[in-house]
């Protein structure tokens, strides 16, 4: 016989427990089952932006970034049963779009989100509202790290710590948050700090040893010991004399040094450490390559066809995840069923040849861009009527033919 130390409802909940077991039932999973408890996000021991690498792959992708427009769109149908597409209808909305807050403009805010993408894969935009919920200001948060959790209710809320104990807890419907490496952790994205660790060891390593190898040219190569003993002051003498008269590349000595037998001359030869070039240019690439970057990009001598495909491969999500994210956040469920969403997208055409921006041109007759957009791709400021799209006579918008008296669509004799 079993002893049951368990009391109370206690014995009930083990009894159901083992009776679920054999009887094969299986527990309703929740949603607060479903998101772990203390989820963690923090940011890297040492501070990455420092070295000239990886600040020159975040400030290549985050003046890119930074070109994006955002705006509010609304798209609704009129009596006739026409699709009528409004862009930026809302002048709070439009305002926010253009200064998300009060020190920031849009182009500095994309900058700030793309440089913490970067760095530690999550960006958390907090959204302040007005008495009427309304969205006010958005900041991006800088933080030293950040934790995940649910409520009772399951709601889930994120708590960001920041420099000097400073700590702010806001609920997930007032955080836009964008991951970046989303693999294990069930709200935060994975931190490339242990990839790019090693990496940075292998560079200040490197550097190091570049550093200590100009230090070393200039240590004592020659020793001169004296058998009788002298004064400071002569030994400094007698050291310059040697260095003036055999040292110097200026000296008339023909490679020869001569002392007589009060001293004699040894010389030193000390290893300078040399890092293999080939070894760092690796180190160089794998480095670009964590980041999706390539020389040319970086150098911004990268064509048309390389600077698509670095659009395509890491602007591109970056645009869909952030205007998912801002639709869903600053819109409630009503107003998206009414057709309002943000619109991220990227002119993409400042990177083109002249050639192929001059080939555009036949897409503004076509009603495809609108004379400024045109206008803009070259330089140039916008003009008055630039706007309203316009299209030549012959491509007109194709409509259903009018049905015959005889109802086939073709007229004929009976």
């Given at each position: ?5 368990v009391?109370?409802g206690e014995?009930?909940k ?8 054999f009887?094969g039932?299986?527990?309703k999973?929740?949603?607060?089952d ?5 989820n ?8 990455p932006?420092?070295?000239d690498?990886v600040?020159s792959c975040?400030n290549?992708k985050?003046?890119?970034i930074?070109?994006?427009t955002?705006?509010?769109i609304?798209s609704?149908t ?5 699709k ?6 809302e002048?709070?909305?439009r305002f926010?779009?253009e200064?998300?807050?009060r020190?920031?403009?849009i ?6 989100c793309?440089?913490?993408m ?7 935009i907090?959204i302040?509202r007005?008495?009427?919920g309304?969205p006010s200001?958005?900041f991006?948060?800088s933080c030293?790290s950040?934790?995940?959790d649910?409520d009772?209710?399951g709601n889930l ?7 000097r104990?400073k700590r702010l807890s806001?609920?997930d419907s007032?955080?836009?948050?964008i991951?970046?490496d989303?693999?294990?952790?069930d709200?935060f994205g ?9 990496l940075?060891?292998?560079v ?5 040893g570049i550093?200590?190898?100009?230090k ?6 020659w020793?001169?010991?004296y058998?009788t003993?002298?004064r400071?002051?002569?030994?400094k003498?007698n050291?310059q004399?040697?260095a003036?008269?055999y040292?110097n590349?200026?000296s008339?000595?023909?490679g020869?040094?001569?002392v007589d037998?009060k001293?004699?001359a040894?010389?030193i030869?000390a ?6 070039a080939?070894?760092m240019?690796?180190t ?6 964590l980041f999706?970057?390539?020389?040319k990009?970086?150098q911004?001598?990268a064509?048309?066809?390389e600077?698509n495909?670095y659009?395509e491969?890491?602007i591109?999500p970056?645009?869909k995840a ?5 639709t869903?956040?600053?819109f409630t ?6 057709g309002n ?5 990227s ?11 001059l080939q555009f041109?036949n897409?503004?007759?076509r009603g ?9 791709t070259?330089?140039?400021?916008p003009v008055?009527?630039?706007d309203n799209p316009i ?6 918008t194709?409509?259903d033919?009018e049905?015959?008296p ?5 007229g004929?004799d009976?």
């Open positions: 016989m079993i002893k049951c130390f009391e109370g014995i009930l083990l009894t159901n427990r083992f009776k679920n077991f009887t039932k299986v527990r999973i929740s949603r607060v479903v998101i772990k408890d203390n963690v996000f923090s940011t890297w021991g040492f501070t932006y420092e070295n690498i600040r975040i290549a985050a003046k890119r930074a070109k994006l955002i705006n509010h609304r609704s009129d009596e006739n049963g026409n009528v597409l409004q862009i930026n209808p002048p709070y909305m926010l779009l200064e998300p807050n020190y920031m403009c182009t500095d805010f994309l900058k700030k793309s440089a913490i970067d760095l530690t894969q999550n960006l958390h907090l302040l007005d008495e009427n309304m200001e958005l991006p948060i030293l950040a934790t995940a649910t009772k209710q809320y994120y708590t960001f710590n920041f420099p104990g806001v609920s007032d955080i836009i948050h991951r970046g989303f693999a294990f952790d709200i994975t931190s490339r700090a242990k990839s790019l660790s090693p940075m060891e292998v200040e390593t490197t550097d190091r550093i200590n190898a100009i070393n040219s200039s240590v004592i190569r020793l001169l010991k058998t003993s002298m400071d002051e002569d030994l003498t050291a004399q040697f003036d008269n040292l590349i200026s008339d000595s023909v020869v040094a001569a037998a001293a004699d040894t010389q030869n290893q300078d450490y040399v890092p293999n080939t070894q240019e690796k160089r690439i794998r480095i670009l390559s999706g970057m390539s020389e990009i970086l911004s001598t064509n048309e066809d600077e495909a659009y491969a890491e591109e970056f645009i952030l205007q998912e994210e801002m869903r956040k600053l469920r009503r107003q998206r069923g009414s969403k943000i619109s991220v997208g002119f993409n055409l400042q990177g083109a040849s002249l050639s192929s921006k041109m897409l503004v007759d495809a861009l609108t004379v400024n957009e045109w206008r803009e070259l330089g140039l400021g008055p009527g630039g299209r030549r006579l012959d491509t007109a194709v409509v033919p049905p015959t005889n109802g086939d669509g073709e004929g009976e």
